[in-house]
C-alpha cells in the first residue's frame, strides 16, 4: 500500500501533513507510521474508483463504498488469505475516522465518521465473565510447589493490574513502587502505547492487594533461599530495585506475568482460549455493562482515540445477551 500512486497534488500534501499531525499529538510510533498508509490507500480509491478528486467533494457514501471495498479486497500480505480479516478492516477504518478528525480539527472540514457497526465482528476478542474473573482471583489460594501464601498474593497483585486497573502487559511490567499512590488511589503509568502518561484509579481491592503484595510478599522475592535453585542469582539492578512486580529471581517480572496467568486458569478450568490481554477487554466490558460511559472508560484505558473504545460497546451488548440467557 505505500507505493500507491496518489495524482492529485492535494491529497499528498493531506496525506503528509496528517502524519505530522499524529507525531506532534503524540501517537504511538506504529500508528505514525500506519494510519498514512490506510490514509493512502483511502484517498487513492477515492480519486482511481470514485473519480472524487476534491476533499471537499467526499460524501457519506463515498466512505462507506471505500468500506464496501475492504471486504473484497485481497490480502497483498498473505498468499492464502481470500480476504482481509475483520481485525485489519477495522484497523483501516480506525486510520481514516481518525483522519477525518484531522480535517475537522486542522482544516475546518467536517467528515461524517465511517461506520462499521452493522458488520462488524467481534468474535476473535474474548472476555472473561465476572464469575471467571472470581475463579482467578480464589485459584491464587491453591497450593504450590514453594511459598504458597506469597505467590499467591503476587498472583492477585497480577490479577488486579491487568483486570482491576485495565493495563496492558507492557505496562504493568514497567511498574516502579513510586508509581503507586495509595494516599490518592492512583496508579502513574509511564510507558503507554501512546508515550503520554496517565493516572489510572485503584479501587479498594486493588489497593488491598497490592499494600499486601507489598507488605507482606515482596521482600520474601529479594531474598536468597538456600532451597531455591536462584540463590547464586546475579544482584538486581537499580530498575530491578525499583520494579514492582519481582520474579523469583529478585527481578523485573515479565514472562512470568504469562505464566502465572496460563497456571490460574488451569487451576480455575478455564478452557477459553483468553490471553492476558482479555483482562483489559473484560475489565472494559464489564464497566461498559455496569453503565459507565464510553468517555471514560476510554480515559481509564489510555485509549488514544474513542474510535478504539467503541469496539466494546458490541462486545458489552453480546455479553449481556449470554448473561441473561444463562
Known amino acids: 500500500m505505500k507505493q500507491l500512486p496518489l495524482k492529485t497534488a492535494q491529497y499528498r500534501y493531506l496525506q503528509e501533513h496528517f502524519e505530522h499531525w499524529l507525531q506532534t499529538l503524540g501517537y504511538a510510533k506504529t500508528t505514525v507510521n500506519s494510519f498514512p498508509i490506510h490514509v493512502r490507500e483511502y484517498l487513492h480509491h477515492l480519486e482511481n474508483y470514485q473519480q472524487v478528486t476534491q476533499i471537499t467533494e467526499v460524501k457519506r457514501y463515498h466512505s462507506q463504498d471505500y468500506i464496501e471495498y475492504l471486504y473484497q479486497r485481497k490480502n497483498y500480505r498473505n498468499c492464502y488469505s481470500t480476504g482481509l480479516s475483520q481485525y485489519s478492516i477495522n484497523k483501516n477504518v480506525v486510520a481514516i475516522n481518525t483522519f477525518h478528525k484531522y480535517l475537522l480539527e486542522i482544516r475546518n472540514l467536517n467528515l461524517a465518521p465511517l461506520s462499521l457497526r452493522t458488520r462488524q465482528g467481534t468474535s476473535n476478542i474474548q472476555i472473561l465473565s465476572v464469575d471467571e474473573i472470581k475463579s482467578l482471583y480464589e485459584a491464587t489460594y491453591y497450593e504450590s510447589r514453594e511459598n504458597q501464601q506469597v505467590l499467591g498474593q503476587r498472583d492477585r497483585a497480577i490479577l488486579s493490574l491487568l483486570y482491576g486497573c485495565g493495563l496492558r502487559r507492557k505496562e504493568a511490567i514497567m511498574l516502579d513502587i513510586q508509581d503507586v499512590d495509595f494516599d490518592k488511589g492512583e496508579l502513574l503509568i509511564r510507558n503507554t502505547k501512546s508515550k503520554r502518561e496517565r493516572l489510572v484509579p485503584m479501587v479498594d481491592r486493588t489497593i488491598k492487594d497490592i499494600q499486601t503484595y507489598l507488605n507482606e510478599a515482596r521482600p520474601w522475592f529479594t531474598k536468597s533461599h538456600k532451597q531455591r535453585v536462584y540463590r547464586d542469582r546475579p544482584k ?17 517480572l515479565s514472562s512470568g506475568y504469562y505464566c ?9 478450568g478455564i478452557q477459553k482460549k483468553v490471553s492476558l490481554h482479555s483482562c483489559r477487554h ?7 455493562s455496569a453503565g459507565m460511559e464510553l468517555e471514560s472508560i476510554s480515559e481509564f484505558l489510555g485509549h488514544a482515540s474513542l474510535e478504539s ?13 449470554l448473561d441473561h440467557l444463562a
Request: proline share 0%; glycine share 4%.
Open 260 to 268: 502465572r496467568f496460563r497456571l490460574l486458569l488451569k487451576r480455575a
Open 309 to 321: 473504545t467503541q469496539i466494546y460497546t458490541h462486545i458489552a451488548h453480546n455479553y449481556e445477551q
Open 282 to 288: 473484560s475489565i472494559a466490558t464489564h464497566l461498559l
Open 236 to 252: 538486581s539492578t537499580g530498575s530491578d530495585k525499583e520494579a514492582l512486580i519481582l520474579n523469583q529471581r529478585g527481578q523485573r
